[in-house]
């Protein structure tokens, strides 16, 4: 079974720093795309920041300057590194990717559960 696995969300003061981590496992032949995705309160997801395989990047104007997304390819995990924190970032963050799952023909998007992140004032 694939799926994505999120961790790192919490609680935090604003300024602070929080580093959410997703690892995809099953049965996966090749992690294309990465995504990080956000949802707050009453407000549409949004994404936040995207990694092709190679490492091509993607932020939203937003968090530009203050969060960082890389991946482990080897690990076939996602990371995002968020730094300057403000009350606003709080939602609840999940994890998307486009894998190609072994034995099929084409990439599809898996999503996380998803993980809280609280920025307080």
């Known amino acids: 079974q694939v799926q994505l696995v999120e961790s790192g969300g919490g609680l935090v003061q604003a300024g602070g720093s929080l580093r959410l981590s997703c690892a995809a496992s099953g049965s996966i032949f090749s992690v294309n795309a990465m995504r990080w995705y956000r949802q707050a309160p009453g407000k549409q997801r949004e994404l936040v920041a995207a990694?092709?395989?190679?490492?091509?990047?993607y932020y939203l104007d937003s968090v530009k300057g203050r969060f960082t997304i890389s991946r482990d390819n080897a690990k076939n995990t996602v990371y995002l590194q968020m730094n300057s924190l403000k009350p606003e970032d709080t939602a609840v963050y999940y994890c998307n990717a486009d894998l190609l799952v072994v034995g099929t023909a084409w990439a599809n998007g898996y999503w996380g559960q998803g993980t809280q992140v609280t920025v307080s004032s």
């Open positions: 990694i092709t395989s190679g490492a091509s990047t």
